[in-house]
């Protein structure tokens, strides 16, 4: 039997072993308390993953054989339905028995038909300022990619000096509305004091080559029948966008809940997309954009305060919706704190949009 345990024991070291990844012949050998993700990064076998703290959920995959000890509660990314059918994070994950075999999500044939990541050369083709800090960046990909609405990519910048870590950005396009399948749209966000973005936004990149590797992450549309609570916040607005994209070319009906939170009227973006999309939606659909920061004095009409405050007003109607909330970790942790108590976790889905920044605070909270 699987062994699972939701509680933090730092003092048990566990035996190590071997680690298979399913549908391969890719075998790690697992050092004594190691993780199996720090086995497969070891070994050099390609793992998503990101924070290695438990915090993004990129590792996420199914356990299929063996035993392992969870270092800490992951139900933020997996929920007791999800435990229960063997899912798991391999950064934190330390293998029980001698021999343990996971599925590497993207990679299995019954995982919802994503493909499996994969690194290609992408070049810059276009940038345009979408407000004062956010970018639509388009690249052009040496090789075809498939990828489901809701997914993400990982970019690196070859030979510059601190941005071979990968960064993750959502596609901001559902795959059926592209030109091409070697065409990836991103928004992407200045980050003070960010290295990636710095650079990005530091000159015109057009013509400038970058890795790509993806389709990564597991935020896809899922339900069918219940009504849809999309909430995003800044750039989080990407991964929505493209869901929604996804959804009219595929003639859903059901109601849709669309809360956007931005500080200022100049930070909210892509309104005439959103719009578009509104005015063809087979069912209801009710558009919210919701300003934190703006002026007294402005002729704004529409709503003020934070996304969390509509949440709260409304968390009773919401009850039977299944929710896709994107965006900066703080902004989801809130959200998720009002809806829990209303939506069941399978319902609830969600990227967090950590940087490095979080990681470190992540990181410094379990050391
Ligand atoms: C699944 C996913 C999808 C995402 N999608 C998008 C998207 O579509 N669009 C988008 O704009 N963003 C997205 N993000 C967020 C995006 O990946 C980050 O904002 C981006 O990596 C910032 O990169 P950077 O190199 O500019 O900043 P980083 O170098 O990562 O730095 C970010 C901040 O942290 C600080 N920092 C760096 N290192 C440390 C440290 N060691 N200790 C303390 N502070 C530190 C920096 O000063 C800076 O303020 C996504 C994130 C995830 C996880």
Redesign the pocket.
């Known amino acids: 039997m699987t062994m699972f345990g939701l509680k933090s024991s730092p003092k048990q070291s566990g035996r190590g072993g071997a680690l298979h990844i399913a549908g391969s012949d890719r075998v790690a050998s697992i050092a004594a308390g190691e993780t199996l993700l720090g086995a497969a990064v070891r070994e050099d076998i390609p793992f998503p993953r990101?924070c290695n703290v438990g915090e993004?959920g990129a590792c996420k995959c199914r356990l299929t054989r063996g035993h392992v000890r969870l270092k800490k509660d992951i139900s933020l990314h997996v929920s007791p339905e999800e435990l229960s059918s063997g899912f798991i994070l391999a950064c934190q994950s330390v293998a029980e028995s001698a021999e343990v075999e996971v599925e590497v999500l993207g990679a299995g044939d019954d995982d919802a038909g994503k493909q499996a990541p994969r690194k290609m050369d992408a070049s810059i083709t276009q940038m345009t300022m979408l407000t004062p800090d956010v970018c639509e960046l388009e690249l052009s990909l040496a090789v075809d990619i498939d990828y489901v609405a809701g997914q993400?990519a990982q970019l690196t910048v070859p030979g510059v000096m601190g941005l071979d870590e990968p960064?993750?950005?959502?596609f901001?396009e559902a795959p059926t509305g592209r030109s091409s399948k070697r065409r990836a749209i991103?928004?992407?966000?200045h980050?003070?004091?960010?290295?990636?973005?710095?650079w990005l936004f530091a000159a015109d990149r057009t013509g400038d080559r970058l890795c790509l590797s993806g389709p990564h992450?597991g935020l896809c549309y899922r339900e069918a029948e219940r009504p849809l609570l999309c909430v995003a916040a800044g750039?989080g607005l990407?991964?929505i966008k493209a869901i929604l994209e996804q959804g009219l070319a595929e003639g859903f009906t059901h109601d849709v809940t669309l809360v956007v939170g931005a500080r200022t009227r100049r930070d909210l973006y892509a309104i005439d997309s959103i719009l578009a999309i509104q005015e063809r939606w087979h069912g209801s659909f009710a558009f919210v954009p919701v300003l934190s920061q703006e002026s007294e004095d402005s002729a704004w009409r529409g709503r003020r305060g934070r996304v969390t405050d509509y949440l709260r007003e409304r968390e009773k109607s919401l009850a039977d919706c299944a929710a896709y909330l994107c965006g900066p970790p703080a902004m989801i942790d809130s959200a998720l704190e009002v809806l829990r108590h209303r939506i069941p976790p399978k319902h609830l889905h969600h990227?967090?949009?950590?940087?490095?920044?979080s990681i470190?605070t992540a990181a410094s909270a379990v050391a």
């Open positions: 990101m993004c993400y960064r993750c950005y959502s901001a991103f928004h992407i966000r980050v003070p004091g960010g290295a990636f973005t710095g992450g750039t990407a991964p990227d967090r949009f950590l940087d490095r920044g470190a």
